[in-house]
């Protein structure tokens, strides 16, 4: 099974304008490198336009929750070896060239080549509040493909950990994260604002 990691992506349009994005970013069995976003994207367009790539791996957990949530606006930095940008405020980042192309209807698949890799910070971990938003964010990008009473579920799951873990970084997430799942889906998604909303049905 291929290692998928949650990363920064971002890319870089014709008329220069950067795309940032979350991704998870496949690590094949062969230790290459693809990023596979499905049609139609900006991220697909900008890499017909310069294929190359940075993914970065966010010291805040907003840059996350707020991609998801229409909030792209984090600064970013020059990258060392491609024509591009990084997210500034990383661990550390990776810098791709696209070496090749799998075309397909849905989802086409870039296989990156590594030019430049650097650590930026000390990585100590991530705590459950922190993976609490992770998983949350990408759970609000399938809105359209889960039912209403799977994505409750799940959040009620992981309000937990954002109700005994969550300092004001991960609380302000989660918010971004309810308000989006709150427009699909009706207020009552907003799990925190119920007082049981942080036990599990049945519970």
């Given amino acids: 099974m291929p290692l998928i990691l949650e990363t920064i992506v971002t890319t870089t349009a014709a008329d220069g304008t950067l795309h940032l994005v979350p991704f998870g970013l496949i690590r094949e069995d062969d230790g290459g490198t693809v990023l596979a976003p499905f049609r139609p994207s900006p991220t697909i367009e900008n890499l017909k336009a310069n294929p190359v790539f940075a993914a970065s791996s966010p010291r805040d957990i907003r840059v996350i929750a707020g991609a998801v949530t229409g909030r792209r606006d984090w600064p970013t930095l020059p990258c060392e070896r491609i024509a591009g940008s990084r997210l500034a405020d990383?661990?550390?980042?990776?810098?791709?060239?696209?070496?090749?192309?799998?075309?397909?209807?849905?989802?086409?698949?870039?296989?990156?080549?590594?030019?430049?890799?650097?650590?930026h910070s000390a990585f100590i971990g991530y705590n459950r509040a922190q993976g609490a938003v992770l998983e949350a964010a990408i759970l609000s990008t399938r809105l359209h493909m889960l039912a209403p009473e799977k994505i409750l579920s799940e959040l009620r799951y992981l309000a937990i950990?954002?109700?005994?873990?969550?300092?004001?970084?991960?609380?302000?997430?989660?918010?971004?994260?309810?308000?989006?799942?709150?427009?699909?889906l009706g207020p009552d998604a907003r799990v925190l604002a119920n007082p049981d909303a942080a036990r599990p049905?049945?519970?």
């Fill in 161 to 184: 950990a954002i109700s005994k873990t969550a300092g004001p970084r991960e609380r302000e997430a989660w918010g971004w994260i309810e308000d989006k799942v709150a427009a699909a």
């Fill in 201 to 203: 049905s049945g519970a």
């Fill in 90 to 119: 990383s661990f550390g980042h990776a810098e791709f060239a696209v070496e090749r192309v799998e075309e397909d209807e849905t989802r086409p698949r870039y296989r990156g080549r590594l030019v430049h890799e650097a650590a």
